[in-house]
């Protein structure tokens, strides 16, 4: 995968958590109604070229970070659930169908034993590159794999960036450009928009594939004459950005409705109130205070077009763009639509419609359904007419077929697709064969200037020279203090590296898997990974796959018992010698052991492994649907022997001897709410009371510092024994260590390689 120096920003879809009833996959949202999903974070980034400290990456900020709809980490959310394995992953569900669970005993589970009970010899040289195009826009779909360490980028820009080349300082480099599930793309000649189910917006250089812009829990966008507009989930306002620079220029109120016009000089909100016109700065120009609720509009620069059918159900309505004088014409029949760049229009009236002129004048009167106009053309069923010529069709169309601005795309039975254009004289019917995309259900098809993209499932994007524009879905990441790093993407690759002090990165194998979450040892030698197979006689069941490192050579697979257990998450040892596993059925959880005999009950948090592999920390936790966190008691093993009992949840060691535990309290079922916290030493005795917010799930990066996340899944870097926030990352982004002064950040529109001190 070549790298790209862009901006991190983009909200992930539960890439760190997801709440029991967000059971995800690749390529699936969090909401696949946008009118219902939950407020996130919209604020933009530009691409400064500089390391950002201001919405996304933070390395001093003391606030605790912004909202997301993602879910708490480590065991439960506010309301006692469990959420998320602590694993960066887009699919993982904690919980599972009616069946009931088997005893953990008697379960095919490591936790009796510290022998593999199967091994198999998985390959580890399948050496996957990604497609993706260079920084010329050359349109070959081979592209570099992830072995790249900053030589190649998007419009000749460097892999990583920040003050301080020679690895002293803050530095970030991408290591892949990704999308989360479903995309939809909108086109604008020079410039081009891609909206993804996580709700990532980028606003990207169609010549050199630069990233201009990017911004998160993003709802609707639009892109015309050089003006990029959307709104987002709060429902109440629409940010515009200036599409040739990527700079923010203004807001306007939000409405149910709102567009841009042709030529980017305004926008306009249409409501049951008023149509308004704003400058792309956001000032108003004008306003008519009438009910203009479901208003069509053809925006262009010096009138606005629209059927309101609160105004007039028999007119179309003319406004002057510059002061909103009105003119009106009348029509016959039920409006149908507007043709895209001219004010023609047709209407409907039983099995007929008419097409009226710019002069308002019929052209056409003709049995049909017209569904998209352009120029002179006409596209209806059985294929495009010219409305001057309507009993001549110029080129056929299928019902299968997607329409933007001058074009239409359509596919045949046999699978083969066609871009007639309309734009062109005569109009062209070109064969194309995109290299993504064109055999999912429902691609996101956008045109203009004679070029055109689609989008498609799992984070994927091509163009009309062949180009892949991302590298697909990120599905899950791991990291090491070791300064290893672990990339497992949408086409079933996974990819190990070394990464360098300067945010470059060195890719030293890849290897194929399909799974879910990602867990790696502390010295960069042993992954474990969230999988489902299906063993000979046997069932399709959850289980652990046990990677070597660098190599990727399978070591050895463990099934949970029954198809119905869902498997939550993993700790492990710095040297991979002890790990844990926490898996639920129909809301109950079971925990075991793998190094420790006889270690493996029920509860509903993840077993936490001392670095040094040294002790084991178990917090009982509750283990049906409604129990909660309160009056929770840890049992410390040193491993196998019981050393100590502490009072509340153990989120994870700090060091070999110390972990940090929390004390909740009781405010209802299935709700929680946090008391304080203490870190604790491995005879139960409280070392210091902390002054630290409710977090979850700890990553040690050395004695002290440690990634944690907060109850929403917002992840951050504090420095536990002294209670200091040291970094934050965009907020619900998955976050790894990968060495001790690098993490890597999964926002779902990048993957990115961050230095944080």
Not at 308 to 325: C, F, I, N
Not at 419 to 433: Q, S, Y
Not at 680 to 703: E, F, N, S, W, Y
Request: aromatic share 8%.
């Amino acid at each position: 995968m070549p790298s790209r120096t862009v901006r991190p920003l983009a909200l992930a879809l539960c890439v760190t958590a997801c709440t029991p009833d967000e059971v995800l996959s690749a390529g699936s949202s969090s909401s696949g109604d946008p009118g219902t999903a939950s407020s996130v974070d919209s604020g933009p980034i530009v691409d400064t070229g500089e390391l950002d400290t201001s919405g996304g990456w933070s390395s001093t900020s003391p606030s605790g970070g912004s909202t997301s709809t993602s879910s708490g980490t480590d065991g439960t959310t506010g309301t006692g659930e469990p959420t998320t394995s602590g694993e960066s992953d887009a699919t993982t569900s904690s919980d599972a169908s009616s069946s009931t669970s088997t005893d953990p005993s008697t379960s095919t589970d490591p936790s009796t034993t510290d022998a593999p009970t199967s091994t198999s010899d998985a390959s580890s040289s399948t050496d996957a590159t990604t497609t993706a195009s260079s920084s010329t826009g050359d349109p070959s779909t081979t592209g570099d794999s992830l072995g790249s360490t900053g030589a190649s980028s998007s419009g000749g820009e460097s892999s990583s960036t920040g003050d301080d080349t020679d690895g002293g300082g803050p530095c970030e480099g991408t290591v892949a450009r990704t999308h989360v599930g479903q995309v939809t793309t909108h086109h604008d000649g020079d410039r081009f928009v891609t909206v993804d189910e996580g709700h990532n917006l980028v606003l990207w250089d169609t010549a050199t594939l630069a990233v201009l812009f990017e911004a998160r829990g993003v709802r609707y966008a639009s892109i015309d004459g050089g003006t990029l507009a959307y709104d987002t989930f709060e429902y109440d306002t629409v940010f515009i950005v200036d599409a040739t620079t990527g700079s923010p220029s203004g807001e306007v109120p939000y409405q149910f409705a709102w567009g841009i016009a042709q030529d980017g000089s305004y926008v306009w909100t249409g409501s049951a109130t008023a149509l308004t016109v704003y400058e792309p700065d956001g000032a108003l120009r004008w306003s008519v205070d009438e009910n203009f609720l479901g208003v069509q509009v053809l925006a262009q620069g010096d009138v606005l077009h629209a059927f309101a059918g609160g105004q007039s159900a028999t007119e179309v309505l003319h406004y002057a763009a510059d002061v909103g004088v009105l003119d009106s014409d009348a029509f016959l029949g039920t409006f149908g639509g507007w043709f895209e760049d001219v004010p023609r229009y047709w209407t409907n009236q039983g099995m007929a419609y008419r097409v009226y002129d710019v002069d308002n004048t019929v052209l056409v009167l003709e049995l049909g359904a017209p569904t998209h106009g352009f120029g002179t053309r006409l596209v209806r069923p059985g294929g495009v007419v010219d409305i001057f010529d309507p009993d001549t069709v110029l080129a056929p169309v299928g019902s299968d077929r997607f329409e933007d601005g001058g074009a239409v795309l359509w596919r045949a039975i046999d699978g083969s697709a066609t871009v007639v254009r309309l734009d062109t004289d005569p109009v062209t019917a070109t064969p194309v064969a995109p290299v993504c995309c064109i055999t999912e259900d429902y691609p996101s098809f956008a045109y203009a200037d004679g070029a055109w993209l689609l989008g498609g499932d799992h984070g994927q994007v091509t163009d009309d020279l062949g180009r892949a524009i991302t590298d697909g879905e990120a599905v899950a990441i791991a990291g090491s203090t070791a300064g290893r790093m672990a990339l497992s993407m949408g086409d079933g690759v996974l990819h190990i590296a070394d990464v360098g002090e300067d945010c470059t990165w060195a890719e030293i194998s890849s290897f194929p898997r399909v799974g879910r979450n990602l867990r790696m040892s502390g010295d960069g030698t042993t992954l474990l990974s969230t999988e489902r197979w299906t063993t000979m006689f046997g069932s399709n069941r959850d289980g652990t796959r046990i990677y070597a490192l660098p190599d990727g050579a399978m070591q050895a697979e463990y099934q949970l018992g029954v198809m119905s257990d869902s498997l939550f998450g993993h700790d492990i040892s710095d040297d991979a010698s002890v790990w844990s596993r926490l898996w639920f059925n129909t809301g109950i959880g079971t925990y075991s052991v793998a190094g420790v005999a006889g270690l493996a009950g029920s509860g509903r948090v993840i077993p936490r492994i001392a670095p040094d592999a040294q002790h084991v920390v178990i917090s009982d936790g509750g283990s049906g649907v409604l129990e909660t966190w309160a009056d929770s008691v840890t049992y410390v093993y040193d491993p196998q022997d019981f050393a100590g009992i502490i009072d509340g949840v153990a989120h994870g060691f700090i060091d070999d001897g110390h972990v940090l535990v929390a004390r909740y309290a009781d405010c209802g079922n299935n709700c929680i709410t946090m008391i304080g916290s203490d870190i604790v030493d491995m005879t139960g005795t409280i070392v210091a009371a902390t002054a630290l917010p409710d977090l979850r799930d700890l990553r040690r990066i050395d004695d002290g510092a440690a990634i944690a996340f907060d109850p929403a899944g917002n992840g951050a870097i504090y420095d536990v024994t002294a209670g200091v926030l040291l970094w934050e990352a965009p907020a619900g982004a998955a976050v790894e260590v990968a060495g001790p002064n690098h993490v890597l950040v999964s926002t779902g529109a990048r993957v990115d390689v961050v230095r944080w001190r």
